[in-house]
């Protein structure tokens, strides 16, 4: 497996704690700009773990589908632990930005791994349909059920093809990429909004 450390703290600049950054001062701005790379980043190394698995993609076309796919799966459970953790109002506008930044990260990022193109418009509407395919699966307890784990891996053996390679993708999904994406995500949200432990 490969791991990567994901920064999900803010930097205190100076350790005068007169002018120290204090995290309920950042803007749910700031906090959705933070959360969008740690999102982004999560999503290309689970991409780059299901090659080192020895799972198989035949070109960069799957490969910018599957890090959509888990970029939209990660981007629901946040969604719904901003419900849990009573955002209210600022839920809506939170939401908007981080898809907003998100979609920003795969423009500049998937330009960088495919070349010139327009990635952002195709990502916002895979996205919109995600919402719209998450909303019928439930919770368990504080996180993403079985029924979206297996639904996410049902999109990427789609998207990578189903052979003698691939066809144990779902369960690569739903035992180990999908709850560890969750539990990441949880803990670096948890971090950034200063949100009690959810342990």
């Not at 090659?51 to 076309?61: C, G, V």
């Not at 629901?76 to 109002?89: C, F, I, M, P, Y």
């Not at 990260?105 to 195709?122: E, M, R």
Request: proline share 2%; hydrophobic share 40%; glycine share 6%.
């Amino acid at each position: 497996m490969v791991v990567r450390r994901i920064k999900d703290r803010w930097h205190n600049s100076t350790p005068d704690s007169s002018t120290r950054v204090v995290l309920s001062e950042k803007t749910l701005n700031d906090q959705a700009s933070a959360l969008a790379y740690i999102i982004w980043k999560l999503a290309l190394n689970k991409a780059i773990n299901l090659h080192a698995e020895d799972f198989r993609y035949d070109d960069d076309h799957q490969r910018i589908g599957v890090i959509s796919e888990f970029v939209a799966f990660q981007i629901q459970h946040v969604d719904r632990l901003s419900h849990q953790h009573g955002l209210g109002a600022d839920r809506q506008n939170f939401l908007q930005s981080l898809c907003g930044h998100v979609a920003e990260q795969v423009q500049d990022n998937l330009t960088d791994i495919a070349g010139p193109g327009n990635y952002k418009l195709p990502f916002i509407s895979l996205l919109n349909r995600r919402f719209a395919d998450y909303a019928d699966f439930d919770y368990q307890g504080k996180s993403l059920g079985y029924g979206a784990l297996r639904y996410l891996g049902h999109r990427v053996l789609e998207l990578m093809g189903e052979d003698q390679t691939n066809r144990w993708v779902v369960d690569q999904i739903i035992e180990i990429d999908a709850p560890e994406m969750i539990e990441q995500v949880t803990r670096s949200a948890t971090r950034l909004f200063g949100w009690e432990s959810a342990d």
